[in-house]
């Protein structure tokens, strides 16, 4: 497992996890290359990891969870701001022309870390344990 870390600035709640080659209008939708993300937060916490296969499901230490897939074009991922196109938080998935099973993990504040979090795992499509 490779683990990335990042804060994003999130403009009008939202904010994005997309293929570093990928360049989008956040004003119309897209199915490959880039995931939208919401977030109540003004600047919150990302982790990006990615698996050789699935991993466990930690759904109890967070409150919710979405499943999606992502076409990676260049085998690298980032966490990406609306309106600025700056890119943190750069994630080596592997081969490039593939596509990468997504789960997102999000916790709202709490009294010991009061940012917003984000947990987004990748691994191959087709694998699981």
Not at 28 to 49: F, I, K, M, N, Q
Not at 115 to 127: A, I, K, N, T
Request: with cysteine; aromatic share 10%; proline share 5%.
């Amino acid at each position: 497992m490779s683990r990335s870390h990042c804060e994003v600035n999130v403009h009008d709640g939202t904010f994005f996890v997309v293929d570093v080659s990928f360049s989008w209008d956040p004003f119309e939708p897209s199915g490959h290359g880039g995931l939208r993300l919401s977030a109540e937060d003004d600047l919150v916490s990302v982790t990006l990891e990615a698996w050789g296969d699935e991993p466990g499901d930690q759904r109890e230490a967070w409150a919710d969870v979405v499943t999606r897939v992502l076409r990676s074009e260049t085998g690298e991922v980032c966490a990406a701001e609306l309106y600025t196109d700056v890119q943190d938080g750069f994630l080596l998935l592997g081969e490039p022309d593939r596509s990468w099973n997504v789960r997102v993990y999000t916790r709202a504040d709490d009294e010991a870390d009061p940012r917003e979090r984000f947990l987004v795992q990748f691994w191959p499509r087709g694998v699981s344990t």
